[in-house]
Nanobody, 124 residues
Framework: QVQLVESGGGLVQAGGSLRLTCSASGSFLSINDMGWYRHAPGKQRELVASIGRGGPPIYTDSVLGRFTISRDNARNTVYLQMNSLNSEDKDVYYC??????????????????WGQGTQITVSS
């Protein structure tokens, strides 16, 4: 069974910084894409940033230059460094990972997993 555990959320003043961490554990072969989404009540879920095993990271426009996504494949962990936080960043943030699993028949397949969500609150 695969589990994603998030940490690092909380309350921060406007202009401050936080770093989110999402660590994966369980039985899987590898992790393809790793990303962070955010979702506020009454709004659509939004992709904040994603990073594959190769190629440049992808960011939504509103966080460009302020957020940085990175991954540590040896630790099965993805990070989101968030700087210059503002009220628009207040949301619940979820990590999302596309993992490669192996079936009992030795076939490999990809499956998507989500973290439990962590609240970011920005005070003015």
């Amino acid at each position: 069974q695969v589990q994603l555990v998030e940490s690092g959320g909380g309350l921060v003043q406007a202009g401050g910084s936080l770093r989110l961490t999402c660590s994966a554990s369980g039985s899987f072969l590898s992790i393809n894409d790793m990303g962070w989404y955010r979702h506020a009540p009454g709004k659509q879920r939004e992709l904040v940033a994603s990073i594959g095993r190769g190629g440049p990271p992808i960011y939504t426009d509103s966080v460009l230059g302020r957020f940085t996504i990175s991954r540590d494949n040896a630790r099965n962990t993805v990070y989101l460094q968030m700087n210059s936080l503002n009220s628009e960043d207040k949301d619940v943030y979820y990590c999302n990972e596309k993992m490669v699993l192996q079936s009992k028949g030795w076939d490999r397949y990809e499956r998507e997993y989500w973290g439990q969500g962590t609240q970011i609150t920005v005070s003015s």
